[in-house]
């Protein structure tokens, strides 16, 4: 089953790499849409180097935890700035808003369960207890 939680995060993982890609290749349309919610283009760079690094150690089962809690913050963060003030009005906005809320929760399972056989901090774990 310890292969299950590695396609958990490799699933999970995919939805935040795409959209850091995306962004990577087309910085100018992310950039209005955040200037458009009064999001400052500053945190363009940083927000895409967060999308691509921290799903990437989520994969790899790196400070699993402290990753996915980073990852759950951001998906709140996100889906409160740009997509709850819409969800009345908008029926694509409330699927966004109640997708997010759906990662949010897998999120969670992966923050509250120990990392298992298949990632770095089990490895990190069993080398620390030789």
Known sequence: MH???????IFISAIFLKAGVRKFFNPDMTMIYMSDHGVP????????????IIPLLLIAGYKTRIVAS????????????FHFHHIIVDNMQLTIFL?????????????ANKPQICSVDYYLESKKSN
Do not use: C, D, Q
Not at 99 to 111: D, F, R, S, T
């Open 70 to 81: 980073l990852l759950a913050l951001f998906v709140l963060t996100v889906t409160l700035i």
């Open 3 to 9: 292969i299950v939680e590695v396609f958990g995060r």
């Open 41 to 52: 283009e500053f945190l363009f760079y940083p927000s895409v180097a967060f999308e691509i």
């Open 99 to 111: 997708k997010n809320l759906a990662i949010i929760g897998g999120l969670l399972i992966i923050i």
